[in-house]
C-alpha cells in the first residue's frame, strides 16, 4: 500500500489544528513512615484536608494532619504492603460514598461498598462524606410526627420528622431494640431508613440484618457497617457516610431516618486516630474537637422547607454510659447537641418493664409539635400521672396505712406501668396506642387486675378492628388526626363494651 504526500500533509495539518500545549501534572508524595494504621508522607504540597490518597498497593487514605514538611494519612486498610519510600498519589478528590435508589437493602462498608455479597452496586452518583449542614432559612420547625411504634415513646417523648433525639443508656438496656424497632414501625411509610453499626461485633449485625429481613424493613433499609476489627478510620467516618446517603433522599423531598449506634465507639475510634497522629489530647485523653466531632454530624439533621424539597432527615444517635452516668464527658456533650434524650434504666430494665424508658429523665424539646393532636389530647396528663407515681411509690414503700387517694393513684401507676410495657418487634399503630393510652388515664382499667392488662391489651386490638365503633374511632383518627368529640364517644363505646365482655370472660376463668 503506497501513502501519498498530499494524505501525509493532511494528518499531519489535522493534528496541529487539535494540538494543545497543556502539562498534565500529577502530585505524587513518598512516604517518611508507615505504623499504626498511618502513614506520613512528604512532597504532598497542595494536597486538601480529607483528600483520597492512593497507595501503590491499590488501597487508600484519607489526608489528616496537614503539616509544613509532611502530611499524616490514616489508611482505610491493612498496612502490610505499604512501606517506607514508595510513593503515593493525590486522587484530588475528597472521601465520597456511592448515593441512591440502588443503596437501598444493602448492607456496605463505611466506603459504601457492599458487604453482604450480593455483587455490585450501579450508581451514578457519589457525595462527598463531609458537606456543610441546611442553613437556618432552608430549614422549618419540626412538626411532622416520626412514629416509633412505641407506647412510652410516642406518648411521653415524641420524635418529630428531621429531630435529633438520643437514646442513652447502659448496655443491654435495650437501646439497639427501640432503634430497630422504629426502623420496623417505617413500613409503609415512605421513610428511608439507615442503620450505622460502629465498631459493633460482626455476629450482632448479621443479626441485626436477619432481623429486619424477617420483618419486611430491609426494603427500605440501608446498613453501614463499621465492625470492631476494622481499623478506627472506617470506624470514624462510617456515621458520616451513613448521613451523606441519606442527604441524597433528603434533598429529593423525602424523608430519611438515620441511626447512629454507638456514639461512644465513634469518639473512641477518633480518639485513637488523633493520638495515633500525635494530636494533643484534652479531657480523657479526647481531642479538642471532639464535641465538634459529633456537632457537624447531628447538625446534618434537618426538616427543610417547601422551598427546598420539603425533606427531612431525623437523627437518633445511641450513646452508652456506665453505670448511668449521663454527667460523663461524651454522655454530656451529645445530649447538648440533641433536642433531647430517651433515658434507658438498668433497674428498670432488669424488674420487667421493656422498653425500659425513665420518663423523669427523658426529654423531647420538640415535645407535642411531634404528635398527632388526638394523642397530644389522651398523652398530656400521662407523665405527669406516671411521674406522680413513681414519687409516690418510693414513699409509700416506707408507710403502711394509705389513704384511699394515695391507694388509688398507686393502682393507676401500675396499670400505666403494664400498659407501656411491649415485646420486641411489635410496634403499636398511633390509633391502637390512643385507646389503651384513653383507657388507662381514663381509669377505664381500674376494674381490670395488674396481671390481666396486657392480656386485656391485645384482646382489645383485635375487637376495635371488628367493632363497628372502633373501626369509626380508627377511620376518624387516621383521617383526621383529631380526638373531636364524636370520635371520642365511638371508643367510650368500644371500650365499654369490651371491658364488660373481658370481666365476664375473667369470671368464668
Known sequence: MQLKPEEISKVIRSQIKYYENTIKQNETGTIL?????????????????GELIEFEDGSYGMAQNLEENSVSIVLFGSDEKIGEGQTVNRTGKVVSVPVGDAMIGRVVNALGQPIDGQGPIVTEEFRPIESNAPGICERQSVFEPLETGIKAIDSMIPIGRGQRELIIGDRQTGKTTIATDTIINQKGKDVICIYVAIGQKRSTVAGLVE??????????????SASASEASPLQYIAPYSGCAMGEYFMN????????????????????ALSLLIRRPPGREAYPGDVFYLHSRLLERAAKLDAAHGGGSLTALPVIETQAGDVSAYIPTNVISITDGQ???????????????????ISVSRVGGNAQIKAMKKVAGTLKLIY??????????QFGSDLDADTKARLDQGARIVEVLKQDQNSPVPVEKQIAIIYAVTKNILAQIPVEEIRRYESE????????????????????????????EEHLKK???VFTKQFLETLKKD
Not at 508522607?41 to 484536608?49: F, Q, T, V
Not at 432481623?211 to 453501614?224: E, F, H, P, Q, R
Not at 376518624?476 to 370520635?487: D, F, I, R, Y
Open 33 to 49: 513512615n508507615v505504623g499504626d494504621g498511618i502513614a506520613r508522607a512528604a512532597g504532598l504540597i497542595n494536597c486538601m484536608s
Open 211 to 224: 432481623n429486619l429481613k424477617k420483618n419486611g424493613a430491609m426494603d427500605y433499609t440501608i446498613v453501614v
Open 252 to 271: 429529593k423531598g423525602r424523608h430519611v431516618l438515620v441511626i447512629y449506634d454507638d456514639l461512644s465507639k465513634h469518639a473512641v475510634a477518633y480518639r
Open 342 to 360: 430517651i433515658f434507658l434504666e438498668t433497674e428498670l430494665f432488669h424488674s420487667g418493664v421493656m422498653p425500659a424508658v425513665n420518663p423523669g
Open 387 to 396: 411521674s406522680q407515681y413513681r414519687e409516690l411509690q418510693s414513699f409509700a
Open 460 to 487: 382489645l386490638f383485635s375487637f376495635l378492628d371488628k367493632d363497628p365503633d372502633g373501626v369509626a374511632f380508627a377511620k376518624a383518627v387516621n383521617e383526621s388526626g383529631k380526638l373531636e368529640e364524636s370520635t
Open 494 to 496: 368500644a371500650l365499654e
